[in-house]
């Protein structure tokens, strides 16, 4: 395992899609952090973070010498009348682009934010698994690997509900170990159960009081993210020790992705964000040296 396959994510430098998330980071800082630090690759980021552009997006990742992952999609994907087929054909010709390879979905509630959802019934559920294998086959079609990413907040957050993925579709799984824990999924044990489905990886370790906080309903998730709820690797909760181990085990080729989710008031100063990051890359360097 070398660098290669370690990415890092605007959102642990606090870039986000969440309207009024907190102050926003510019690319050209984001960036020539990641690549300071030591990371080769990175997700995309947010609609607006990277120009719009697949050609000109691509020329911003080449300047700062980063390969592109693809990245975190939210898609309403529960609602029988809306088909998300037209908007993932867009972002594919992004993804050509910029050689991008894994499509990153999530199964958002059509609200604004994490901090509620609806209930999804039985038709809303058909009609959600049935475009999680829709979107598996054309992203397929364009040498892409579709996954999809378990998200507090969203349709597919807790257990049950991911297994219901698992049993009803053919989708590979992004290990998201932060939002898994909150969900109330012990990612480490769906590691051990399920390596097999699992092709991409976010790797966040949690503050477990703040997430209980947030599973009983004594915080809203923006609150606990705003608290620290997410630490960097090694300093939480998550058995990420474990979990690597699982998936290695498995002959795990995906990317590791580094994300601590991060609420920035204003802009940092002195390394602000980034000092947590190298912190988590020291980490898992010494885990994968193992």
């Known amino acids: 395992?070398?660098?290669?396959?370690?990415?890092?994510?605007?959102?642990?430098?606090g870039v986000c899609e969440v309207p009024g998330w907190g102050f926003q980071l510019p690319p050209s800082r984001v960036l020539a952090e990641m690549r300071d630090v030591?990371?080769?690759?990175?997700?995309?980021?947010?609609?607006?973070?990277?120009?719009?552009?697949?050609?000109?997006?691509?020329?911003?990742?080449?300047?700062?010498?980063?390969q592109a992952v693809g990245g975190f999609t939210p898609l309403l994907l529960h609602v029988a009348g809306h088909d998300p087929v037209p908007e993932v054909e867009k972002l594919l010709q992004a993804y050509a682009a910029t050689g991008s390879d894994?499509?990153?979905?999530?199964?958002?509630?059509?609200?604004?934010?994490?901090?509620?959802?609806?209930?999804?019934?039985?038709?809303?559920?058909?009609?959600?698994?049935?475009?999680?294998?829709?979107?598996?086959?054309?992203?397929?079609?364009?040498?892409v690997r579709a996954v999809l990413h378990p998200h507090v907040g969203t349709m597919v957050e807790n257990g049950e509900e991911?297994?219901?993925v698992l049993d009803g579709s053919s989708?590979?799984?992004?290990?998201?170990?932060?939002?898994?824990?909150?969900?109330?999924?012990?990612?480490?044990?769906?590691?051990?159960?399920?390596?097999?489905?699992?092709a991409h990886a976010h790797l966040k370790d949690v503050d477990a009081r703040l997430a209980g906080q947030v599973q009983s309903g004594r915080r809203t998730y923006t609150e606990a993210v705003g608290e620290g709820m997410y630490r960097p690797l090694g300093q939480g909760d998550v058995d990420i020790e474990a979990i690597i181990g699982h998936l290695r085990g498995h002959g795990y080729d995906g990317w590791y992705v580094l994300e601590q989710d991060t609420i920035?008031?204003?802009?940092?100063?002195g390394e602000g964000p980034l000092t947590d990051v190298r912190a988590s890359l020291e980490h898992l360097h010494t885990l994968l040296r193992r």
């Open 102 to 143: 894994v499509l990153v979905l999530s199964a958002v509630s059509g609200l604004d934010g994490y901090d509620t959802r609806p209930a999804l019934d039985d038709a809303g559920w058909l009609t959600l698994l049935t475009n999680l294998d829709r979107l598996t086959d054309l992203a397929a079609e364009h040498g």
């Open 264 to 269: 920035l008031t204003e802009e940092p100063r």
């Open 162 to 164: 991911v297994q219901r």
């Open 171 to 198: 989708i590979a799984l992004c290990l998201d170990t932060g939002h898994l824990l909150i969900g109330g999924t012990d990612p480490a044990e769906l590691t051990r159960q399920a390596p097999h489905r699992i």
């Open 1 to 13: 395992m070398t660098d290669q396959r370690i990415a890092g994510a605007p959102i642990s430098w």
């Open 38 to 66: 030591g990371m080769a690759a990175t997700e995309l980021g947010p609609d607006g973070f990277l120009p719009a552009e697949p050609g000109a997006m691509a020329e911003v990742l080449s300047r700062h010498h980063l």
